[in-house]
């Protein structure tokens, strides 16, 4: 189990459970609640002591007959009919062992509340208990109907968090493994040859490596660390292009204290070249700009599209899969009103341009 897996199904486990001892809480409360407010009403409190030390054997039971087995047999198999049927068979059974109960262990006036002194099972009784334990019924349905709702919704949320984040991790890990490939291959070449530039081409892969496997797990990564681990990457590019490449990288204002989404601007940068620079043949020039203004990030890349018209049309419709998933990693991310995406591609220049909140 993957720890954002586990996070969220401890939590959706642990919140709105109710236990036994919650249920005695909510008995016992209303026990005593019941007691006294029927004992004000009779100016007798030991006679609605035992009132309600008789009848509420008889409500609980009704309750947790209507909540485990009623609504789960009938109710959520869609049989409405057959349940309200055995709500009210069930109600009267329960009337009728209340009145027997009362008549021999209390009063033979089974209903003291009433209008007149009733000494019979009538139908005024009847339709007076009846409405009571209806009320008890319906009162503890729907404290468990709106916790069976607040634990759903809890579970949907952490469901759709769950899926949000495990979406996200996938899209981050997006970053083209022919690059790596194609690295060790120069790094292979450069041993072979002996270069001095070997050590330096390895330290560079591996802190590029180090960010991507281990500091692209938070929501939010420094800026600095962002534009490190873009500057390994146009390095290691240098390598393999030569001379045929010319990067012009220009960066302004305060990027100190500045938080993005990891991996999102490297994404361009790895598109330019996937797109851009691998599809043409001959020299390449590629300008990226980065500039902070107060809360914002502006962010801008250009490299020269494709010169292959089948492919240029391509390339123009659909964006490649690398901006689609920048895309989605921002309206995943972001706010609407925390960032601006835009791509031209005009004069054989495609064009990137992000603003952004950091």
Known sequence: MSLIHKKFNVDSKSL?????????????????????????YYGDYIYSLQSNTLGFPIHITLVYLNLFVLMPKFVYEKKYLTYILSVFVSILLMVFIKFNLTYYLLNTNVWPEGPVETHTFSFNYVVDMFIGELYVITFVTAIK???????????????????LETELLFLKTQISPHFFFNTLNNIYSLAIEKSDKTPKIILKLSELMRYLLYETKLKRQSLEKEILCIQNYLDLERIRYGELLTINMNISGDIKNKKIAPILLL????????????????????????????????????????????????????????????????????????????????KNLFTVKLKIKV
């Open 267 to 346: 994404s361009f940068v790895e598109n330019s070249f996937k797109h851009g620079a691998n599809k043409n043949i001959g020299k390449i020039k590629i300008d990226i700009d980065i500039e902070i203004v107060e809360d914002f990030l502006y962010f801008s890349i250009s490299n020269p599209s494709p010169a292959i018209t089948k492919f240029k049309q391509r390339f123009d419709t659909k964006g490649g899969i690398g901006l689609k998933n920048v895309k989605k990693r921002l309206s995943l991310g972001y706010k609407k009103e925390d960032y601006n995406l835009r791509f031209d591609n005009k």
């Open 145 to 163: 109907i709106t916790m069976d709702w607040l634990k759903e919704h809890k579970r949907l949320t952490d469901l759709e968090k769950l899926q």
């Open 16 to 40: 709105y459970k109710v236990t036994l001892k919650y249920h005695i809480i909510f008995w016992t409360i209303y026990f005593i609640f019941n007691t006294l407010r029927w004992g004000s």
